[in-house]
């Protein structure tokens, strides 16, 4: 089994910054690409950020200069650091890692931590 667990997730007022955290655990041999991504009510989920096993990362237009993804392989943890927050940025916002796990190279998601930026 694999499991990711997210947190840091919350209310925050436009302009503010929060930090979130997706660990990895359970049977994983190494972990690929890692990705963060959002889904807002009544719109499709999108592709935030993501990050790969050499460090590169990529971002959707949107949150470029204001998130930033980053790793600790060590750890087996993402994070995604949210600064100067928009109201457009609410959304509930998941990990997604490609990785080695119990049935070969597979696509793991979390459960989702919500995010609501508003005054």
């Known amino acids: 089994q694999v499991q990711l667990v997210e947190s840091g997730g919350g209310l925050v007022q436009p302009g503010g910054s929060l930090r979130l955290s997706c660990a990895a655990s359970?049977?994983?041999?190494?972990?690929?690409?890692m990705a963060w991504h959002r889904q807002a009510p009544g719109k499709q989920r999108e592709l935030v950020a993501v990050?790969?096993?050499?460090?590169?990362?990529s971002y959707t237009d949107s949150v470029k200069g204001r998130f930033t993804i980053s790793r600790d392989n060590g750890k087996n943890t993402m994070y995604l650091q949210m600064n100067t927050l928009k109201p457009e940025d609410t959304a509930v916002y998941y990990c997604?890692?490609?990785?080695?796990?119990?049935?070969?190279?597979?696509?793991?998601w979390g459960q989702g931590t919500q995010v609501t930026v508003s005054s």
């Open positions: 990050i790969s096993s050499g460090g590169s990362t």
């Open positions: 997604n890692i490609v990785a080695w796990g119990p049935r070969g190279l597979g696509d793991y």
């Open positions: 359970g049977s994983i041999s190494s972990i690929h690409a």
